[in-house]
């Protein structure tokens, strides 16, 4: 497809379980983004890959969640030992080069953790 | 660290009428951003500012980028349904980041 794809579109697990959330980002798109967005609230930067850089992982919020991207293509965000505080939309972006090339957005998974 | 103010949170307007929503920082941002989100969707770019005191137009949707470099406005003129949605605005970091901060967002809502 032409854009951001995410898989699941929606995700309901148990407290406690780990989850993997898959984003599979524009052909030719160096840059990759992982945003939280919870109920009300504007969107949390998590982490960001560019090309073969170390990641940026200032915003993850916990050891619990992870993420890597393979390949420097898909990437897999996951969330170890769920906790009902981790019930979001994660929304995953990739662009080309430099904040002049806008953010393309998936649509993103919902997670619910009962 | 940076946060960006989004005003109003909400907002019901009926079709036709004109809407204006900022975002503020007490901090200095070099570029500004907008995004929309439809219900279910990830974030779409409206406009994108690069330079202090610009005004760029994107259809009925017109953005400006404050001259202190610490806000900025979005204006929507005759809105109609598919108007619908929440409004982002977003920035770099600062110091040399590509990371950007998102605003809490405005959501509007337009009556028929």
């Known amino acids: 497809g032409a854009g951001v794809s995410q898989s699941p579109s929606n995700k309901v697990t148990e407290k406690g379980k780990d989850v993997e959330l898959r984003c599979d980002p524009i052909?030719?798109?160096?840059?990759l983004y992982w945003y939280r967005q919870s109920l009300g609230q504007g969107l949390e930067f998590l982490i960001y890959f560019q090309g073969n850089s170390a990641p940026d992982k200032s915003g993850l919020p916990s050891d619990r969640f992870s993420a890597e991207r393979t390949g420097g293509s898909v990437s897999t965000l996951t969330i170890q030992r769920t906790q009902q505080e981790d019930s979001a939309v994660y929304l995953c972006?990739?662009?080309?080069?430099?904040?002049?090339?806008?953010?393309?957005f998936g649509n993103g998974t919902r997670l619910t953790v009962t | 660290g940076q946060q960006l103010n989004q005003s109003p949170q909400s907002m019901f307007i009926q079709e036709g009428e004109d809407v204006s929503m900022n975002c503020t920082s007490s901090?200095?941002?070099?570029?500004w951003l907008w995004y929309k989100q439809d219900p279910g969707e990830g974030p779409v770019l409206l406009i994108a500012l690069y330079k202090a005191g610009e005004l760029t137009s994107n259809g009925r949707l017109t953005a400006q980028f404050g001259i202190t470099r610490k806000d900025s406005f979005l204006n929507i003129s005759a809105s109609i349904p598919s108007d619908v949605g929440i409004y982002f605005c977003a920035g770099p970091v600062q110091g040399g980041s590509e990371k950007l901060v998102f605003g809490k967002g405005t959501k509007l809502t337009v009556n028929p």
């Open positions: 052909s030719g798109h160096t840059a």
């Open positions: 901090s200095i941002f070099n570029t």
């Open positions: 972006a990739s662009t080309r080069v430099g904040l002049r090339s806008p953010l393309h």
